[in-house]
């Protein structure tokens, strides 16, 4: 008998008729051990290769070697829609996702630092005489056993007060002088019934006597009395002698009582936020704000206890560790002496936590603190958090999967970033990256240019081999600006003579700054990653403006429970000049437009209003009598019951991953039979809703409102997207250009700031291109934008640059330079203006 021949290796990895989303049929050989960047424009398919089938056939793989009781416990991707892919090592996906959203989850728990910093308090830390040793989990807030008994590990104590539920003791109960009472009817009530019980609502809160002030807010009585509305107080002595009957009986509730009860009970996260605007913090009394036992805080090492060292940026962190790794430091050697065997600990674990952190200095990372909740990070930040724990893991033969790591770096910034990929490759692995920035994509070992355009237009392998090779691919939209083609930025600099003008902004690492911004004009924000551009952006300026302009604003960190979240201490700074001139504010962030498939970019443009409106004008619909809501998916009337309009059914498979499949009733469409009986110009409203924002616009090309719509979608580079496409499938840089193009469609007279952080995220050059096309429509509307940004052309093309730093974290904080981009491209003292000059 023959033996079967060896089975052949090579050092490529083979895909096989990739279809997922919108690849077609796509055959790619790409090689093990190297950098291999997937490149092309937005939308054109490059995570659907990378993600959606390399990482997805990967992780299915390593599943199906789990017990089936583990897979129940895993978060498991489907089946990727592709014929084979043979030479797939297990591969790791670092993505761009926030994973946990509370305060708790903080940059040392998801590099797991603090666990070793833990250990080394309980085993090497300085305990006060007499003192037992306390085990790791006593170093932690999240534990009973470390957790401060008064805070409950949150460092903070809340109380409502009278102060914050009463802010302005002038006005009359009647007219709002308890401003945490429920608006609208159910605070009428509430006043109704003070009146009832003899309370004058007409006298200025401050007069009224303290023990009836501290009776309404603070009291745990809830009397039940008869209600006349509108009545006075003698006008309702009046009718209850005459024993008038009362329009219904009404249970009084006391201020604090509701604002607490709320609070816990409510569903709404609309009402939870109102509410806890009553809800005062202060710095936890026991713990000092630490939020640890004081057994913990007695333990220290280095001098500091475990949460003075959590507040060290992690540069000043590796400097406290490093004596005591090299047994340089006096307390080590001492120790050395009298307990041998708590020394070699002591040194163990520092020599491994300053590795750990030297590595994420090394990534631009050394002035975040252990203790910063990762609510308050960047996408790009946790995504480089990741990338250093996975160079410290020593992992061999893995798949890293990348999802644009550049994103948010200062191009200094992405020469780290390059130093820690060449680690991970050098050890032994493979690197997929999807990414736009030309410096990472220009150090590829292999390139995957995946297009030609966006979309259905998309979807098909360009090129796959040395990025050199692809100077032959013509219809590479990539292909100009990796090989320097592309024509330097040019820019007609607007006239700069009205000022935005602010002095003293403090906040996080800005003390006391002064700085302007033309109005009229385009600004950049610059500076390295930590330097201070987020906090005078987009919490500073637009805390300052917002207020001038009576608007609220929701806080930047607002995700997770919000009596969580870090404490936001109130910026300093003031507006000197040019406040009067804004008459609108405008923050255009990175947040999902909606947290669930039912919210689309239809929906959230307000597009879908209209489309429903044509559908309910047709012959058909008016016979029927249909509405315009009879065309919603969220409307009983309208949407398949059997699916209440998702459009799918899930089916729990325990061990397997859920299969989502199209529901059987209406076949994915969301609507009943009758309702997609109606057709306009020939498609019902699933086909609709199907259509992509470019080819939407040749269907409603005779319709001028919804038109409008569609054309500014396309022009900020989403004509490749579905009008239905669920919120949840889109990036945090899709969201932000879908909240542009909301605003560009409205046509706003009055002077509006728009301020942007990061708008080219997720954005190819070509599309960076056409989005400053039309940010510069709404300036030469007489509009101003800010934006945060670190792509170099659109800093070229602004009329004035802001340029913050000059490093990251307590070495950052002030204003570099101020001015027009030549002169910035030749200031020494400027890390930005040697990579503008590039482009210039």
Known sequence: ?????????????????????????????????????????????KSSLAFGTLYAEAQRRYFDSVSPYARRLLDQVGVPAVDSIEGLP?????????????????????????????????????????????????????????ACPTCHGLGRVYEVTEALMVPDPTKTIRDGAIASWPPAWHGQNQRDILTTMGHDIDVPWKSLPKKTREWILFTEEQPVVPVYPGFTVEQVKRAIRQKQEPAYNGTFTGARRYVLHTFANTQSEMLKNRVSRYMGSAQCPTCDGKRLQRAALSVTFAGLDIAELSRLPLKRLADAMRPTADNSAPAQRKLAKTHPEQAVVAQRIAEDLLARVSILVDLGLGYLTLERSTPTLSPGELQRLRLGTQIRSNLFGVVYVLDEPSAGLHPADTQALLRAMDQLKAAGNSLFVVEHEIDVIEHADWLVDVGPLAGEQGGEILYSGPPKGLAKVTASQTR????????????????????????????NNLDGVDVAFPLGAFTSVTGVSGSGKSSLVTQALVELVATQLGQDVEPEDAEGDILERAEVVASGGRIVAGGDIVRRLVRVDQKPIGRTPRSNLATYTGLFDHVRKLFAATRAAR???????????????????TCAGEGFVCVELLFMPSVYSPCPTCHGARYNAKTLEIAYRGRNIAEVLGLTVADACDFFADDAAVLRSLTVLRDVGLGYLRLGQPATELSGGEAQRIKLATE?????????????????????????????????????????????????????????????????????????????????????GSRTGAYLKAVL
Not at 495 to 507: F, H, I, S, Y
Not at 748 to 756: E, F, G, K, P, W
Not at 774 to 799: K, P, W, Y
């Open 90 to 146: 297990p591969a790791v996906a670092l993505q761009q996702h926030r994973g946990a959203t509370t305060s708790r989850s903080s940059v040392g728990s998801v590099t797991t630092i603090s666990n070793s910093l833990r250990m080394l308090y309980s085993r090497a830390g300085q305990y006060p005489a007499g003192q037992p040793i306390l085990y790791s989990d006593a170093f932690s807030p999240n534990t009973p056993a470390g």
């Open 623 to 641: 016979s029927r009598k249909y509405d315009a809501g009879r065309f919603s998916f969220n409307v009983a009337k309208g949407r398949c019951e």
């Open 1 to 45: 008998m023959t033996p079967p021949k060896p089975a052949q290796h090579d050092t490529f990895v083979h895909v096989r008729g990739a279809r997922e989303h919108n690849l077609k049929n796509v055959d790619l050989d790409i090689p093990r051990d190297a950098l291999v960047v997937f490149t092309g424009i937005s939308g054109s398919g």
């Open 744 to 828: 560009l469609q409205r046509a706003n007279r009055s002077h509006t700031l728009y301020v942007l952080d990061e708008p080219t995220t997720g954005l190819h050059p070509a599309d960076v291109d056409r989005l400053m096309r039309q940010l510069n429509t709404l300036v030469d509307a007489g509009h101003t934008v800010i934006a945060v940004e670190h792509d170099m052309r659109v800093v070229a093309a602004s009329d004035y640059v802001v340029d913050v730093g000059p490093g990251a974290g307590d070495e950052g904080g002030s204003i570099v330079f101020a001015g027009v981009p030549a002169k910035l491209a030749r200031h020494a």
């Open 480 to 507: 100009r600006y990796v090989l320097g083609a592309a024509a330097p930025v040019k820019h007609v600099p607007r006239p700069l003579d009205t000022w935005l003008r602010l002095e003293g902004v403090t906040r």
